[in-house]
């Protein structure tokens, strides 16, 4: 059963997405206050954190970077903010999916179902794969990347782009091929969200970000992965 835990101030929004949850059968922990959310994270392993970024007591945004220091579990950032100034921000801070309020909790469920679909689909790859000489190594088994023998933490989403990028070396992605294999074809944001995860990939395994050589972009047509084994 996934552990999911709602980080969530309004009582009647916590309610009703815990109760849609539970519905579909997933062990549902809820909490009003952002410290009280970050005490859970000290005990249990969560599959899914739902956080909402407004909170009276810590900033959904502090939030998201403490659970990011010491964990990989997918994030859901839930807000009024809905500029896409605010979206790239809560990308850059490690959340894999941005739900904007008004919503339904039939789409939280949705979005929650197929993420848990996406996950179970993977197919299980026990080989650890190396490229440039043993510079750059990705564990597909315990999903792990070490840089230089040197553990990156990147995200869930940051490791299945990579992932998908490093299986098909030398062959670009669209974006909507991106987009589509890696946060499914239900996926409602903008293309922008793979260029900010791409942009966060380049940070932690680039020696220079302006002329990369593991992810680099195909003016007009997606990216491709430069790596060599």
């Known amino acids: 059963m996934n552990k999911i835990l709602i980080i969530e101030d309004e009582p009647s929004v916590l309610e009703a997405i815990s109760a849609y949850l539970r519905k579909e ?11 009280k959310g970050l005490e859970y994270t000290e005990d249990i392993a969560f599959d899914l954190i739902i956080l909402d970024l407004m909170l009276p007591d810590i900033s959904g945004e ?25 979206r790239i921000r809560g990308l850059d801070l490690g959340a894999d999916e941005y739900l904007v309020k008004p919503f339904s909790p039939r789409e939280i469920v949705a979005r929650v179902n197929a993420l848990f679909r996406r996950i179970k689909d993977i197919p299980e790859n026990k080989n650890v794969v190396t490229f440039n000489g043993g510079e ?49 074809p239900d996926f409602e944001g903008v293309d922008r969200t793979i260029d900010v995860h791409i942009k966060n990939i380049r940070k932690k395994i680039e020696l220079d970000t302006k002329n990369p050589s593991y992810i680099i972009t195909v003016f007009k047509l997606g990216y491709k992965f430069g790596g060599g084994q």
Do not use: H, Q, W
Not at 148 to 166: K, N, V
């Open 62 to 86: 502090e939030i998201c970077k403490r659970i990011r220091a010491k964990s990989n579990t997918y994030i859901f950032m839930l807000t009024a903010k809905s500029s896409l100034e605010e």
């Open 136 to 184: 750059l190594v990705i564990d597909n088994d315990k999903r792990e990347v070490r840089l230089r023998g040197d553990e990156i933490a990147l995200t869930p989403i940051e490791f299945d782009i990579l992932t998908l990028l490093s299986e098909n070396p030398g062959i670009v992605l669209s974006r909507e091929t991106l987009i589509d294999r890696v946060l499914g």
């Open 25 to 35: 059968g997933y062990e549902v922990y809820t909490a009003e206050r952002g410290y």
